[in-house]
């Protein structure tokens, strides 16, 4: 089971950064995804979850809701974290992470046991 996210870099304040997280080793269908973050120096922060449900539950911290967009495409294997208006308290390594199970999206990095490698995104001028 292997998840890898990707789309990270250097992003002016206010502008937009499409993430991806993409799946190998086992379908993305029947889990939740979850993406989280991490600044320099900080604790890792639980920013956005989608659940495998309907159209998808969707959950955001109170830091991006409105800012970011959680995805998901099980055709793909894939999901996507939307993020614009960028600011630079958005700077962090950013994680997907998923866990078994259709219908409850937590914010708890605790709550997920898959983790992908990170993409670094910097909001600088």
């Known amino acids: 089971l292997q998840l890898q996210a990707s789309g990270g870099g250097l992003v002016q304040p206010g502008g937009s950064l499409r993430l991806s997280c993409a799946a190998s080793g086992f379908r993305l269908a029947g889990y939740t995804i979850g993406w989280f973050r991490q600044a320099p120096g900080k604790e890792r922060e639980g920013i956005s979850s989608i659940s495998d449900y309907h159209s998808g539950d969707t959950r955001y911290s109170s830091s991006v809701k409105g800012r970011f967009t959680i995805s998901r495409d099980n ?51």
């Open 75 to 125: 055709a793909k294997n894939t999901a996507f974290l939307q993020m614009i208006s960028l600011r630079s308290e958005d700077t962090a390594i950013y994680y997907c992470a998923v866990r078994f199970g259709r219908t409850v999206i937590p914010l708890s990095a605790a709550a997920y046991p898959y983790w992908g490698q990170g993409t670094l995104v910097t909001v600088s001028s």
